[in-house]
């Protein structure tokens, strides 16, 4: 860029500010600015900023955005930001890179505001969650935000299991939206849940508690089994609901694939709908008070051994409780009594309501 041009803008400039200050306010360091391409050299490109000016981008700002700087021409029309106010040699020095990243972000910021849906590709992974790219921006998809259908299932929570699982998701498409984004930060969070979430709401109207449902076993953990029983909606049976009678594996009695038949027990407000197996079946403690009387003699299998007491089995579905302080400690009823064993018990009282039989063992 020639002296006589650098002398022609800045006496533009001047004569702007003696003729109207009301009309010319003076640009800052980190502000957004736009002109048109009025030159270029070997590692450098001028920019006519009308008033405020000649901008220029060279250095590390035209290295870092060389790849860009190959396509536009003179006269184009282009957008950078103002690293430095004034060089030595009157120019505006630009950065097209972090003007480029700030945009990125406020469109980021606008696609959060609006909730807009959008594709990413997800490009790898770690113990946490999912890594991708969103306007050019580098994002992250936490575990916590994955919709059921791909949320790592793993047994005890082993993480280097659930980082081979997330793995596999590497190369995919997910919908997501934009959960939170914070340029100061560098902090960009997308979520597969919220995509889903107005969908899921639109299915979720469908049900109702109280609701009987077919579906399939999608995944047997401790705390109970996934079903699936609407293409956009997974629900839980904890195990408590699986049977009526004491239940410590859920595998015992569920595998993945099974069809099944399942009652709304819950849809709470965030969506998470909770469903029961044995609200389905009779309950067997129904009458129980005409079986069973304070003071009978029952005979029954100790099935488990706890620290607070021992499970009996009294029939196929009805278990009762042995308290520990019919021994007065753990020790002395581990050594009274012994899982398998078939014992002769009194039955001390029955709470059909409460699914309740406390018994004594004699002697």
Not at 43 to 72: C, M, N, P, R, S
Not at 107 to 125: F, H, M, P, S, Y
Request: hydrophobic fraction near 40%.
């Amino acid at each position: 860029m020639n002296t006589a041009v650098q002398t022609q803008q800045k006496n533009v400039v001047k004569e702007a500010l003696r003729q109207d200050k009301s009309l010319f306010q003076l640009p800052k360091e980190g502000d957004l600015v736009e002109g048109n391409i009025i030159g270029r050299e070997s590692g450098a490109l001028y920019i006519d900023l009308g008033a405020h000016g000649t901008g220029v981008i060279f250095g590390k700002e035209y290295y870092q955005a060389q790849d860009l700087l190959k396509k536009v021409k003179v006269g184009e029309k282009i957008s950078a930001k103002i690293v430095l106010l004034e060089n030595e040699d009157g120019y505006r020095e630009l950065s097209l890179k972090e003007a480029g990243e700030e945009m990125s972000w406020n469109v980021l910021k606008q696609k959060q505001q609006t909730g807009e849906l959008i594709d990413v590709r997800i490009t790898d992974a770690n113990r946490g969650g999912l890594m991708t790219e969103v306007e050019g921006m580098v994002g992250f998809l936490p575990v916590s935000q994955l919709t059921p259908a791909h949320y790592p299932r793993v047994e005890g929570g082993d993480k280097e299991k659930i980082l081979e699982e997330l793995k596999k998701f590497i190369g995919q498409i997910f919908h997501v939206r934009v959960l939170d984004s914070i340029a100061k930060e560098n902090k960009l969070i997308v979520s597969e849940k919220a995509a889903e979430n107005d969908a899921i709401q639109v299915s979720l109207a469908k049900y109702k508690v109280g609701d009987v449902v077919e579906g399939t076993i999608t995944g047997v953990v401790d705390f109970g089994a996934f079903i699936k029983f609407d293409p956009l909606i997974e629900g839980l049976i904890h195990i408590s609901e699986l049977d009526w009678q004491l239940i410590e594996n859920p595998r015992d009695v569920v595998s993945v694939g099974d069809k099944v038949q399942a009652k709304i027990v819950d849809i709470s407000a965030e969506g998470r709908v909770s469903l029961s197996l044995k609200a389905l079946k009779q309950d067997p403690w129904t009458g129980m008070e005409s079986r069973f009387k304070k003071g009978d003699n029952v005979s029954g299998e100790i099935k488990r051994v706890h620290s607070y007491g021992a499970l009996v089995r009294l029939d196929e579905n009805i278990q009762g409780l042995l308290h520990v302080s019919e021994f007065g400690d753990e020790e002395a009823m581990r050594k009274a009594i012994h899982e398998g064993e078939t014992r002769d018990f009194e039955v001390l009282s029955i709470d059909s309501k409460e699914h309740r039989i406390a018994l004594k063992l004699k002697a």
